[in-house]
């Protein structure tokens, strides 16, 4: 499959703390500990190594069997790797995500693909060390909104669950088969149908769905969201009761980060925890007078009854996007953490939390980002003749390219435009002589004139445009493909547009993507 490569900044769909950091610009450097390299991680799997016990380890592991333990059967290469994560030898890379139905749009794909070829690359760098992929999975998210669809072949697929505003990955699977996969094609392979037909909860359903997908690479799938995992939590649980730590740390980096010119992704709450209600719900803690309040329920604690709790009960709480990363910190003996450019924005966010915590802050890596241009969809560039670059120009710029191209000849009446205002701004001065009460007059036939000019361009742009009428439409068409309403087709479109297709997709984009390039990548079928 040819390859193209092309600058995030030449694409215009990034944004300038994100290009920045690809660059290395010195302004960022305070909110991260070290850009990845193959060289840098040498340091920090070093740093990780002391701080990650032979109990924490334990810890996971035994959490994985559990979770794995209906999947025993599946691919071996999982199986090695959960047994791998007992030795102090193994690290993790990770990305997370949220639940989304059907993996959702195609960078669900794309992070978990950077993750397991960094894995590759790490692992030929640093062949007496092992790297396991993980896939975070976002199960305590209670935006089922976002989750709950997907598009596919420009159809919208959409599960109306009845949505309790608690953890999705909790969910039971009632209304979806009747609602999403007895209407998707026939063409949607048996194994992400399966998927969700097989699961009692979506949790679940994702989980044999990534395994589907990406077993054989060793990726493993990480709920975070059970009682023995969550003992982790307790002594940040415990400090943020009382001091309310997080929140000092991010605000004084907001600072930071403003001063230096670049805006802060999340917000940071006074105190940055959820509480998991016995009817299901997740709501937030909220500092009230003398207690914590449980947000739209009768519930106020006390500091003591909240500490109580948290010592006993771990599992009622739930850390938000401020707290999360550390828990996943806390959890894996992770070097390096795959996200897309908002992730990586809010993580410069969390330095000083990491440091008050004394917790190695991972390396920051943005994950690939790709413009999969099929079989149909490259001849007709190249009939138009543009080039992989040239894609992602504006349409009406490509047109006078593809115009220009077909010897269609510009139309344009700036000089008489010019010419005509020359000569009304005579008459006008000749009125202010002879009559000043007419200069207005010729002002009003100076605009109807003007104005008349302009729709005769406009009239003769559009007679020299239908001259190659069929080209613009297919350059339209062609654009609309590629960037879905204008955005990138990889925030829109899922992997079965492409996957149904081609079925070695995933293959190819493992055999593609370059994590530690720092360029976007287009891949063009053959």
Avoid at 483 to 502: A, H, K
């Amino acid at each position: 499959m040819p390859l193209h490569f092309l600058d995030y900044a030449a694409t215009g769909a990034f944004s300038q703390l994100v290009t920045d950091y690809l660059r290395q610009e010195p302004g960022l450097s305070p909110f991260y500990h070290r850009f990845p390299t193959l060289a840098g991680f040498k340091e920090q799997l070093e740093k990780k190594q002391e701080t990650f016990t032979d109990q924490d380890r334990q810890r996971l592991v035994t959490a994985l069997r559990e979770q794995y333990s209906e999947l025993a059967d599946g691919q071996t290469a999982v199986q090695a790797n959960i047994e791998l994560l007992a030795k102090s030898s193994t690290f993790t890379v990770v990305t997370g995500h949220q639940l989304n139905l059907f993996t959702g749009p195609l960078y669900f794909i794309y992070k978990i693909v950077t993750a397991i070829k960094l894995c590759q690359q790490l692992k030929a760098e640093y062949p007496a060390h092992d790297f396991v992929p993980v896939y975070w999975m976002a199960t305590e998210d209670h935006d089922f909104a976002e989750i709950n669809h997907f598009h596919l072949f420009g159809k919208r697929y959409e599960w109306q669950a009845p949505a309790v505003g608690g953890p999705v990955g909790r969910l039971q699977l009632d209304g979806l088969t009747d609602q999403v996969l007895n209407q998707l094609p026939a063409e949607v392979p048996a194994s992400f149908t399966d998927a969700y037909r097989k699961a009692g909860t979506l949790a679940e359903a994702t989980r044999r769905l990534a395994h589907e997908l990406f077993g054989k690479y060793g990726l493993v799938s990480l709920d975070a969201d059970t009682r023995a995992l969550k003992k982790a939590l307790v002594p940040v649980l415990e400090r943020e009761i009382r001091e309310q730590a997080s929140f000092k740390a991010v605000q004084s980096v907001n600072g930071q980060l403003e001063a230096a010119g670049y805006h802060s992704q999340v917000y940071a709450r006074p105190l940055n925890l959820f509480f998991l209600t016995s009817d299901g719900k997740r709501e937030r803690l909220e500092p009230e007078g003398d207690c914590v309040a449980v947000r739209n329920t009768s519930l106020c604690y006390s500091q003591d009854e909240l500490l109580a709790l948290a010592r006993e009960q771990p599992e009622l709480f739930s850390p938000n996007v401020v707290l999360r990363p550390l828990y996943q910190e806390l959890l894996l003996p992770n070097l390096c953490y795959v996200g897309g450019g908002a992730e990586v924005a809010y993580w410069f966010q969390l330095r000083q939390v990491f440091a008050d915590y004394n917790v190695p802050f991972p390396m920051l890596l943005l994950r690939n980002s790709g413009l999969y241009v099929g079989k149909a969809n490259a001849g007709k560039a190249r009939k138009l003749g543009l080039s992989s670059a040239d894609l992602f120009r504006p349409l009406p710029e490509l047109k006078k390219q593809v115009g220009a191209a077909l010897g269609q000849e510009e139309v344009s009446l700036k000089a008489q435009q010019q010419a005509l205002a020359a000569t009304f701004e005579e008459v006008s001065s000749l009125a202010q002589r002879l009559d000043p009460t007419l200069v207005k007059a010729v002002a009003a036939e100076a605009q109807k004139a003007a104005g008349a000019l302009a729709g005769l361009e406009k009239r003769l742009s559009k007679a020299a445009e239908a001259k190659h009428e069929t080209a613009y439409s297919q350059l339209s068409a062609l654009k609309e493909k590629l960037f879905p309403g204008g955005s990138l087709q990889e925030r829109t479109d899922n992997v079965l547009s492409i996957l149904i297709n081609n079925p070695g997709f995933i293959d190819q984009l493992i055999a593609g993507f370059d994590p530690l390039a720092g360029q976007f990548t287009i891949l063009e079928e053959e």
